[in-house]
Structure formats: structure tokens, C-alpha cells
């Protein structure tokens, strides 16, 4: 009974454009958990660490940091 009170005063809309973009995320997530456990894949990706993709992010992240504070 309380369910339904707590439904009724939520726009249905809302809660399906929600529930569509948490699905939609989640999705993403496992898809890029299955491109990424393929051998192949990993292989590539052996040689690139995190660090040094940071670490050349960095500038990068600098100048727009910049550009967005003018």
C-alpha cells in the first residue's frame, strides 16, 4: 500500500528515464568488462599503463582548466 502511495506521487516519466539511463550506464560498464577481458585486447593495452596515460592527460587537463577559468 505504501508502495503504491510513494509511486503515485512521482511522475512515471522521471522514473522510467531513470531506470533507462542507470540500465543504459550499466551496459556500458559490462561491455567495456568484455572488451577488456578478451586476450587480444589486453595484449594492446599491455604496454599502457595507467601512469603514463595520466601523466600525458595531464597538460592537457591543465589547459582546459585554464581556457574554462577565462
Same mark, same amino acid.
Given at each position: 500500500?505504501? &508502495?503504491? /502511495? ?6 512515471? /516519466? /522521471?522514473? =522510467? /528515464?531513470t531506470?533507462? &539511463?542507470?540500465?543504459? @550506464? @550499466?551496459?556500458?560498464?559490462?561491455? @567495456?568488462?568484455?572488451? &577488456? ?6 595484449k ?11 601523466q @600525458? ?5 591543465? =589547459? ?7
Amino acid at each position: 500500500m505504501q &508502495l503504491t /502511495d510513494r509511486m503515485e506521487n512521482h511522475n512515471s /516519466d /522521471d522514473t =522510467r /528515464d531513470t531506470l533507462m &539511463l542507470l540500465s543504459g @550506464a @550499466a551496459l556500458v560498464i559490462f561491455g @567495456a568488462g568484455l572488451i &577488456l577481458t578478451t586476450p587480444a585486447v589486453r595484449k594492446l593495452l599491455g604496454g599502457v599503463g595507467i601512469g603514463s596515460l595520466l601523466q @600525458a592527460a595531464g597538460p592537457d587537463f591543465q =589547459r582546459y582548466l585554464k581556457l574554462k577559468a577565462m
